[in-house]
């Protein structure tokens, strides 16, 4: 004897809510108080509701919250510990934020083929999932095979190419670089500029330096900028390499560090003390750059609104998640720039 169906109208008078409130909870096509999911959870399998085809992997945890995944570089970076913490507060300050979160760190730098291998293993603990990694295709396979597990993907501080990338939260990066580009041809004569760039397979990265050599050709072209110095956002690979740029350049007048490792030009600037000092720009304001900028090794910080994109990234894993499948989303969150005057 075939067994009758049980509707979702039936789930929702015995739950007592609506039939709109059953069908985001077993699809959820967005978030639901915990307390009326599991009220919903309860009446199903009360009476033996079977969901048809596949169903998202927290059906039985129903909690009517989105399980947000967030897996970031190095755990021993202050930039990313901000990040955590400002992740952590934005979930407890904002109680519409209807999510659960898990953040993961990466202790081998750069090596996609790890990242791609986490992810995956991310993909059985969330619903929607926020990574900051290099361009690659073991990332991009990631990206594919999660899409198809309904875990949809978004590219954290850095875009990702990948076709089937659900979004992008971070600051506008070319923005950033024509910025930098601004601050050193507006500070002083024409001369050399340098840049270290911590990995080309970054491409928030890329697009600095993209930017900011637009900026020099279009506007200041009487200043010649350096091939990019890559420094793998490692201090000690960027202080070496800052000293070196600092004896074999004629007439420095500029250094752009496009990602990490400025701890380590600020040192080498600190030691040879250059007359005059070139101009230099970097980014995030953190307790290590914070006194290059009051000494005067840093002259400008571009600095993520940690807050905002915080909170702008759980919020877009929670609505895409929760809407249907459509062209990839972009909350662009501006920075903030920082001197010696304002910090």
């Given at each position: 004897m075939t067994r009758r169906r049980v509707t979702r109208k039936e789930i929702?008078?015995?739950?007592?809510?609506?039939?709109?409130?059953?069908?985001r909870v077993i699809n959820r096509r967005a978030a639901v108080r915990g307390p009326t999911a599991t009220r919903v959870q309860s009446a199903a399998e009360a009476l033996g509701y079977k969901p048809a085809g596949s169903v998202n992997s927290d059906w039985n945890h129903a909690t009517g919250q989105i399980r947000c995944g967030f897996l970031l570089q190095r755990r021993d970076s202050l930039?990313?510990?901000?990040?955590?913490?400002?992740?952590?507060?934005?979930?407890?300050?904002?109680?519409s934020l209807m999510a659960q979160l898990t953040i993961e760190f990466m202790d081998d730098y750069l090596e996609p083929s790890k990242v791609a291998e986490r992810?995956?293993?991310?993909?059985?603990?969330?619903?929607?999932?926020?990574?900051?990694?290099?361009?690659s295709p073991y990332v991009a396979d990631a990206i594919d095979v999660l899409k198809e597990q309904q875990i949809p993907v978004v590219a954290l501080l850095t875009d990702l190419s990948a076709s089937n990338l659900a979004g992008y939260v971070g600051v506008d990066n070319r923005m950033a670089g024509r910025t930098a580009a601004w601050a050193i041809a507006h500070r002083g004569r024409p001369g050399t500029v340098g840049v270290l760039i911590g990995s080309h397979g970054y491409l928030g990265q890329e697009d600095r330096e993209i930017g900011f050599r637009s900026y020099f050709r279009e506007k200041a072209p009487d200043f010649k900028v350096l091939e990019p110095l890559v420094c793998r956002d490692d201090p000690g690979m960027a202080y070496r390499q800052t000293l070196e740029m600092l004896k074999s350049s004629e007439n420095l007048v500029g250094i752009y560090t496009v990602g990490g490792g400025r701890v380590g030009t600020i040192q080498a600037l600190e030691e040879i003390?250059?007359?005059?000092?070139?101009t230099h720009v970097c980014h995030e304001l953190t307790a290590l750059t914070r006194p290059g900028l009051i000494a005067g090794t840093i002259d400008l910080i571009l600095d993520h609104d940690l807050s905002r994109l915080a909170h702008s990234a759980i919020k877009m894993l929670i609505d895409i998640k929760a809407a249907a499948p459509g062209k990839k989303q972009s909350a662009i969150v501006p920075f903030t720039i920082y001197t010696s005057e304002n910090i």
């Open positions: 929702a008078e015995r739950a007592g809510v609506s039939i709109a409130t059953v069908d930039f990313y510990q901000h990040l955590a913490d400002e992740l952590e507060l934005a979930l407890r300050h904002d109680t992810m995956r293993s991310m993909g059985g603990r969330v619903d929607a999932l926020a990574v900051v990694a290099t361009e003390r250059p007359s005059p000092m070139p």
